[in-house]
Structures are given as C-alpha cells and as structure tokens.
C-alpha cells in the first residue's frame, strides 16, 4: 500500500534526523570541546556527523539499484546546506564576516560541489567507478586549500584563542570523553537499524509503486539537510561575544564545507562502488 510505505519513508527519515540533531551532533560538540579543539576543527567535525544522514540514504539507495536517487540526493542536499548557511549567516548578522579571504574561499569551493553534479546530470555522464578516484583527488585538494588558506588568513584569531582556552583536568576530561565516545557508538548502531529500515522502504517505492528517481532523491536531500541547520545556528549561538563572532562563523563555514566535500566526493564515492558491486 503506497500511504503505509510513504509514512514508513517519513517516520524513517524523522528517525535518521532526530538521532543526528539529538545524539550525533551533540555529542560530537560536547567531544570537541573537551578536547579543546579550535573552531575550524569543531566545524570540521559537525560535517562528519551531520553527513550521517546522507551516508545512510546513498548507502541505502546504492544497494537497492537506485543511483540515480544517490545523485539528487546529493545535489538537493549540498544546495540545500548553502541556503541554510547563508540564511543563518543572516538571520544572525554575520555578513561582515564572509568578506575573510579564509571564508571566501571555502564559499568557492562549496559552490564548486554543487555545480560538479549538476555538469554530471545536465551532460549525462556515466556514473561509473573511473569517477572514484577523480572524486578522491579533489577531496585531497579542496582540503589542502582549505588548511592553507585558514593558516594564512586566520592566523591572529588562533593565536589569541589558543591564549583565552582553559585547561581541564586530565582525569575530568578522560571520563567525559569516554562516556561521549560511548554515546557515539550508540548512535551509531540505532542509525545503522534505521538505515537498513529506510533502503527497504526506498526500494518499495521506487520499484513497485514508481515513483522517480529524482522525487525521492529531492525529499531525501531536504530531510538530510536539517542536522546542518541545527548546527548552523548553535555554532554562531555558541560562540558569540558581543559583536564579534567570527569564530562562530568560521566553525559554520567549515561545518558547511566538510559536508559539501563529505557528500559529493566521499559518500558518492561509496555509493557508487556499492552500486557497481551489488546493484
């Protein structure tokens, strides 16, 4: 019965997206934090967890014969991420901040990702697995850039955060990173159960009732995007003092960017080799 399959779809992402905001992304934070870690890093890191999703979904439709899905997918999902950014940036009145050279060029090359996927669909390039390795290569490269860049022009800002942070015991810290650590791995197999729940669901809908490629992939990269919205937001909440908030800023952006880069050059990689492998 297709209603009983879209609310499964619906209930499952719901699922997928709550345990991101809930566990996942928060417990992540709560790690970085521990940890010390500067801005950059912790933005780095809340791209890996807020990617989650869009593993679960493209390892999901790979390994159901859906490719095309997995490239929608990715497409809605990494425009999406930029109209959140950008609206976040000024909804919060951060604008002055994207004229950094850092922060420029991060914004290039998230927009870069979005347009590689559009150049693959409006040319109807073959997805096969001689793109893997092209994709890798600019993973590298987009990263390299983005380390350089962030140690040329935000070099003051790291310098004075590095004096303001203050030390933690060694004891306090280990148990608060044990028991995050704990609540990852939890995560972690109640987003794997789900997963599983929701490639079923895909497969149901796509082959037997026939709803297109392109619909499923679009709803999924919307529901996919709401983790990084949340993560916008807290990030430039957490780190405003008075009127400067650049580093706030700069944990967002790279929050963005390592999603991006995440999405289209790591996780359409694995897809598309689950794909060849087992579609």
Known sequence: MLILEVVKFMIYMSAIVVISKYILVKTLRRLAENLDLKPKTVGDIAGYATSVPELLTIIASS??????????????????????YISTIFLNKNQKYLRNRAIMVDLILVIITILIPILLIKLDIEINVAIVPIFIILFAFFNFLNNNVHKIYLKKEDEELEHEQEEVTEKGNRKKVVKNVIYLLISGILL??????????????????????????????????????????????????????????????????????????????????IYIIFA
């Open 192 to 273: 794997f159960i789900v997963g599983n729940l929701l490639g079923a669901t895909l497969e149901e809908l796509c082959n037997t009732f026939g709803i297109p490629e392109i619909i499923i992939g679009i709803l999924l990269g919307f529901s996919t995007s709401i983790p990084e919205l949340i993560t916008f937001f807290e990030s430039q909440k957490h780190h405003k003092k008075g009127e400067d908030n650049l580093l706030g800023v700069v944990e967002a952006t790279n929050n963005l960017f390592t999603s991006n880069l995440l999405n289209l050059f790591v996780i359409q990689s694995i897809g598309i080799i």
């Open 63 to 84: 390994f159901n014969g859906l490719i095309g899905t997995s490239i929608y997918n990715i497409l809605s999902s990494n425009i999406i991420n930029l109209i959140q």
